[in-house]
């Protein structure tokens, strides 16, 4: 396994690899917790979350909120810099490119050991989507 320094050498689309897997076992684990058992609602519903746009739209928030750190800027706009081989049809490039950012900063505060902080942050996301930000 990488020390906690070689985190920092990794590229966006690896860190945005990691964080889509880390984001996704957040939503999900949010999702039972409100009580949702059936798999595919489950699934129905971490669309909501999880989805190129939603992802786009939380790290937009945080970002115009000024929430994340210099560091986490630096990481999202690595992540949202890389160039994709293929994009979904049904999103826009800056869209899943802004997505893919969010996704980096998430691999990254996860492989980093940064729980409190990735907590932080999903549950910003979580509330940006459920309508709850302040």
């Known amino acids: ?9 990794l590229n966006g689309t690896t ?9 996704e ?3 999900r684990r949010h999702l039972i917790d409100m009580g949702k058992t059936k798999v595919d609602k489950l699934h129905h519903a971490a669309t909501k979350y999880v989805s190129a746009r939603a992802q786009s739209k939380i790290v937009g ?10 560091e986490e800027e630096y990481i999202y706009r690595r992540g949202m ?3 994709p081989k293929t994009i979904p049809k049904n999103t826009p490039p ?5 997505a893919t950012g969010f996704e980096a900063l ?3 505060l996860y492989l980093k050991g940064r729980y409190e902080r990735l907590g932080e942050i999903i549950n910003m996301a979580i509330d940006i ?3 709850k930000q302040e």
């Open 61 to 70: 928030e945080l970002l115009s909120a000024g929430i994340l750190t210099d």
């Open 94 to 98: 800056y869209i899943y490119k802004e």
């Open 25 to 27: 076992l957040y939503i």
């Open 81 to 83: 810099n890389r160039r």
């Open 106 to 108: 998430v691999g990254f």
């Open 15 to 23: 860190l945005a690899y990691m964080g889509d897997s880390a984001y």
């Open 1 to 9: 396994m990488a020390s906690g320094n070689a985190y920092d050498k």
């Open 129 to 131: 989507i459920e309508g």
